[in-house]
């Protein structure tokens, strides 16, 4: 953006102390990636300072539905949502570990998470779970869900399984990311976490009614609907990351749902399509 403006002859501008702080956000963010997780300047970046702003990918995505009717209330909704969950993490005994932090200071993961919990809210409230318990939950397990991906040794050097894509990944990538589900939450009970409804939706946050999906092949009736909400809303933002040209179009919404025909139940499906493309 400030590129633009210099190639405009634009060299002097004011902006608003909000916009300001986006901004120094951002570059804090950008900065943190370049340098790595490892790095003196990236671990003194605060968690929540990476968690509260939604940059590059995020803003994309919040345009993208916007301009699909997601009203101005309802973002904020979601942006309340996110920074809920965001308190919530910081009080579990994962938030300080290694992992964690490296998993939240990874760029693709960081973006990821944040619109994957943000979309988890849309949709929630269109299928109206509204129960304290279970917002928290979806939330948590939104954010989370992948975390066991970023652990893995490989995953640094893949550029394959940090874009999720399967056609591309060897076989010893394929395996990773078959079995992240059940590495993520196992790395979460590791670390002293043990909510049972959270931890079920990360496992199967992958799982499809038809069974195609895995680690374990379930199908209906062995997959909640709270499940389907994480594991819709994964799909759907991992759809927008690899599919930009189609974002900055306004399409990507009506060509996902193609895709979704008989792996999610018909309740879903018509949530998501009244959710983020108005219509059922």
Request: proline share 2%.
């Amino acid at each position: 953006r400030l590129d633009a403006f210099l190639q405009k002859g634009i060299s002097h501008f004011h902006m608003r102390k909000s916009i300001q702080e986006d901004y120094l956000a951002y570059c804090d963010r950008f900065a943190a990636s370049l340098v790595g997780a490892k790095g003196e300047r990236a671990s003194k970046i605060p968690l929540k300072l990476k968690i509260a702003q939604t940059a590059n990918h995020g803003d994309q995505v919040i345009k993208f539905i916007k301009s699909n009717g997601v009203t101005d209330s309802s973002i904020e909704y979601a942006k309340g949502f996110l920074d809920n969950t965001r308190m919530l993490i910081s009080a579990l005994p994962i938030e300080n570990s290694e992992t964690f932090r490296g998993f939240v200071l990874d760029i693709l993961n960081y973006e990821h998470a944040v619109v994957a919990t943000m979309l988890v809210a849309l949709l929630a409230k269109t299928l109206k779970i509204d129960a304290d318990r279970n917002t928290k939950a979806l939330g948590l397990a939104a954010f989370l869900h992948d975390i066991g991906l970023y652990s893995s040794g490989l995953y640094a050097s893949s550029s394959a399984l940090q874009m999720e894509d399967l056609l591309l990944m060897n076989e010893e990538e394929k395996h990773v990311f078959r079995s992240h589900p059940l590495t993520s939450a196992e790395l979460l009970r590791n670390a002293g976490f043990a909510d049972p409804l959270v931890l079920q939706m990360i496992e199967q946050h992958h799982e499809r009614i038809d069974r195609s999906g895995f680690p374990k092949e379930i199908g209906l009736g062995q997959i909640t609907e709270m499940t389907e909400t994480v594991a819709l809303c994964d799909e759907f933002s991992s759809f927008l990351r690899s599919n930009p040209e189609l974002v900055s179009k306004g399409t990507a919404s009506a060509l996902l749902v193609d895709k979704l025909e008989g792996r999610y139940t018909k309740k879903l499906i018509e949530a998501f399509m009244t959710t983020f493309i108005g219509k059922t």
